[in-house]
């Protein structure tokens, strides 16, 4: 994760649209004495066995967690609650010969989902690329995949980057590689918070993940007063006007939250003497800003988040 750090550092130096407010970052890492507690699944909509079953879930999860907000009634809790129904209903849903050849109305029927989907082709591409790769290289198991990262989530994020490129998420900014690596990241998150950090959950390096920087973190920080925006980037937010995926705008949003948050750790740590996980960091801001409706995200079609 240092080359996520270390590049999204690089854009925060140089950004021309999203400035990071030390000031800001000071102000709420002043109210707050230890990071909110929120629980991993506090809205029960996520599929989980304690076992095999439950990594397999979350991978396909993370595979298509990405790109809802052009369908206003779909979300997030949508795909976990939907993907969950439908293997309780069937157990062998997300078996690799499957993964390999649904197709997007039978991913709709899976998801219960009445029209298509936004992406839907990217969406059921990808689900093809995780079967054909677990069944090459981890006998059609995402367990397996898990397991030979030696409970280190940094390997465990390297390996998943490496084998299934729909995961590969960098740009190239002012001439620099960026990365960002957000449902890469978010899978290594997504099992530590649901085995509790024990068993397939274990990583004796989970303090190394960043946040996973999407759309409402930023968003969220804008309304903290840790991001500011141009005039220009605010007015094509405020306007619901897409921002290419690529851009610097986008880029800066993304990477200048990275950069923002772990300031943010920083200070948070050394106030209270303990170990912060940006891990749980961005939980919190998560959570806070999906209980805020009206906030205003930027909105870039993109497979990455």
Not at 180 to 192: E, G, H, M, N, S
Request: aromatic share 12%; charged share 25%.
């Amino acid at each position: 994760m240092d080359d996520v750090r270390a590049s999204s550092a690089w854009v925060a130096s140089h950004s021309s649209h999203v400035v990071v407010d030390s000031s800001g970052i000071e102000k709420v890492a002043e109210t707050i004495d230890t990071i909110p507690k929120v629980n991993w699944d506090f809205e029960g909509i996520h599929y989980f066995d304690n076992g095999p079953l439950t990594v397999q879930y979350l991978f396909v999860l993370d595979a298509l967690n990405f790109c809802f907000w052009p369908d206003k009634d779909l979300n997030y809790d949508n795909l976990a609650a939907g993907l969950k129904a439908a293997l309780q209903n069937d157990k062998s849903v997300f078996d690799v010969d499957r993964l390999q050849k649904y197709t997007g109305p039978e991913l709709r029927e899976l998801l219960k989902w009445p029209r298509p989907l936004p992406l839907e082709d990217e969406r059921v591409r990808l689900l093809h690329e995780v079967g054909f790769e677990l069944e090459r290289s981890f006998d059609g198991k995402a367990s397996n995949l898990v397991e030979s990262c030696g409970k280190s989530a940094v390997k465990l994020v390297a390996l998943v980057t490496r084998h299934f490129p729909g995961f590969r998420d960098h740009s190239i900014y002012k001439g620099h590689q960026v990365f960002l690596y957000k449902r890469a990241q978010i899978f290594a998150a997504d099992l530590w918070g649901a085995f509790g950090g024990q068993g397939y959950g274990e990583f004796y390096d989970i303090g190394s993940i960043t946040i996973m920087a999407d759309y409402i973190v930023p968003a969220v920080l804008r309304q903290l007063g840790v991001l500011k925006y141009s005039a220009t980037l605010a007015s094509t937010i405020e306007a619901n006007s897409q921002i290419d995926a690529g851009s610097e705008e986008e880029v800066e949003l993304r990477a200048c939250s990275i950069y923002a948050v772990e300031k943010m750790k920083e200070l948070i740590s050394m106030k209270s003497g303990k170990q912060v996980l940006s891990i749980e960091l961005d939980l919190w801001l998560w959570s806070f800003g999906i209980q805020c409706p009206a906030l205003q995200h930027h909105r870039t079609l993109s497979i990455y988040y």
